[in-house]
């Protein structure tokens, strides 16, 4: 495993990955260590440093959701297409899974997203549009909503 942190406006982030894909970006303590990157966390670390910036709007680093069930990885894969300055609700990609009666599922499966920002979750909201639970805290998904300029549903 390679990690490499990125200090952005709304806290420190972490990248971790193998040779050959992304498999973590996750909030940590500002004094975490720094750590030695490969060439795919150096990559994902220069490009969320420019989504930060607004020169960046999707990300094209290989990811990998080895350790995610089925039902994780396809509720991750609509969350994925929500794309930058949207919004979409549990309940609609419940629906887009054919599983409308489980957003409560897909906002825990959603909760369980390793790999932050590059996967959006901080683009889903609830039925009423309100911010729920984000792993960075709430203030840090207003930011980056706010960040991308995003209509609320």
């Not at 990690?3 to 970006?25: C, F, H, K, N, Y």
């Not at 599922?105 to 997203?113: C, F």
């Not at 639970?133 to 203030?139: C, L």
């Amino acid at each position: 495993m390679y990690q490499a942190a990125l200090d952005t406006p709304i806290g420190r982030l972490m990248i971790e990955g193998t040779r050959d894909a992304v498999t973590a970006v996750r909030w940590v303590a500002p004094d975490a260590p720094v750590g030695k990157g490969c060439k795919v966390v150096i990559q994902a670390r220069k490009q969320l440093r420019e989504y930060f910036k607004g020169k960046r709007r999707t990300f094209d680093v290989p990811i990998s959701l080895d350790r995610l069930t089925d039902f994780q990885r396809a509720v991750l894969a609509e969350v994925r297409a929500v794309g930058y300055g949207e919004t979409i609700t549990y309940a609609e990609i419940a629906r887009r899974l054919k599983k409308a009666t489980a957003p409560r599922a897909v906002g825990q499966a959603n909760a369980r997203n390793p790999i932050n920002i590059i996967i959006p979750c901080h683009r889903v909201l609830s039925s009423d549009g309100k911010l729920t639970g984000y792993a960075g805290g709430v203030q840090a998904k207003a930011w980056l909503l706010k960040h991308e300029q995003a209509v609320l549903v």
